[in-house]
């Protein structure tokens, strides 16, 4: 079984504190040699400068491989390829192009006006551009708002002919849940990777929320064990215990990459990346 790749998610800071936590996660991360790493959106286009801000100062300063998330919320189609085109203007080649959940206090997502309606057509412009290497979510468990997995897959399908290169699971808990996918994707005709997005569990409240709303589900065994290690303690030392045997079941099941979700808090992915044998490679290069 050879090492695999990775690649880690961070998100823009909002604060001078949180500035910090970004960059300490970089250099912490950075010496694994990730293929590239992503800067997300905050819900509803929120933090859309401070994402800019934040991708463009990793990629000069760091010398990573930085791919922008660009979603289709509350902006003019314009607005939104012109953001692009300064993330090519900066060397950014690579952008996570989704449509994006809806701003706070809406219910659903609508499309702007004069905005992109749906991800398909935001990746198909940014495809005519031929500027940049396109990567797009997927959902193992179905998306929320999908009718059924089968619809959901289709949909995929449809962002892969619009010209995206590979798609980036929403995370899940259990390497059937991944593999079960893989294979509908297979089926359904889709032949770009598909890569896992782990999540190691910073904080056990927080994931039970999130995994909630997005639909994943947590199976009843990881329950009990953080009932347990949170009493004792131990809740570091049972998240990076679930989260490599999830990366090395992925492994054995034919994996080669796998994307962190780090939650800017880097020490568990990092000793995860360790279980696995990913070791140091590289520094950062540039620093300011």
């Avoid at 859309?48 to 919320?73: D, P």
């Avoid at 495809?127 to 979510?137: D, E, L, M, P, S």
């Avoid at 089926?187 to 904080?203: R, V």
């Amino acid at each position: 079984m050879s090492t695999p790749s990775v690649s880690f998610e961070f998100f823009p800071p909002k604060s001078l504190e949180g500035s910090f936590r970004l960059w300490d996660c970089v250099n912490t991360l950075a010496p694994l040699a990730p293929t590239f790493v992503s800067v997300t959106y905050g819900a509803g286009g929120t933090t859309r400068k401070l994402t800019h801000e934040a991708v463009s100062t990793i990629h000069k300063t760091s010398g990573l491989n930085v791919a922008a998330h660009l979603t289709c919320v509350d902006a003019t189609r314009a607005e939104t390829l012109e953001i692009a085109q300064s993330y090519a203007d900066a060397g950014v080649r690579e952008i996570v192009a989704l449509r994006g959940d809806a701003p706070k206090g809406q219910e659903k997502f609508t499309a702007h006006p004069d905005g992109f309606a749906s991800s398909v057509e935001l990746i198909e412009s940014l495809a005519n551009t031929g500027q940049f290497t396109i990567r797009v979510g997927a959902y193992p468990e179905k998306h929320p708002e999908a009718p059924d997995q089968a619809a959901d897959i289709a949909f995929l399908k449809r962002k892969i002919d619009a010209g995206a290169s590979s798609a980036i699971t929403q995370f899940f808990f259990e390497a059937d849940t991944f593999f079960r996918f893989r294979d509908a994707c297979v089926k359904a005709g889709i032949d770009a990777p598909i890569i896992p997005g782990i999540l190691p569990i910073e904080n056990w409240n927080g994931t039970q929320k999130f995994s909630a709303q997005c639909g994943t589900h947590i199976p009843q065994v990881i329950h009990d064990a953080f009932t347990n290690a949170t009493r004792d303690g131990t809740t570091d030392l049972l998240a990076t215990a679930l989260a490599t045997e999830l990366c090395d079941e992925l492994l054995r099941g034919g994996v080669d990459h796998l994307h962190f979700y780090t939650l800017n808090r880097p020490e568990l992915t990092r000793d995860v990346c360790h279980a696995l044998g990913i070791a140091p490679k590289a520094r950062l290069q540039n620093v300011a």
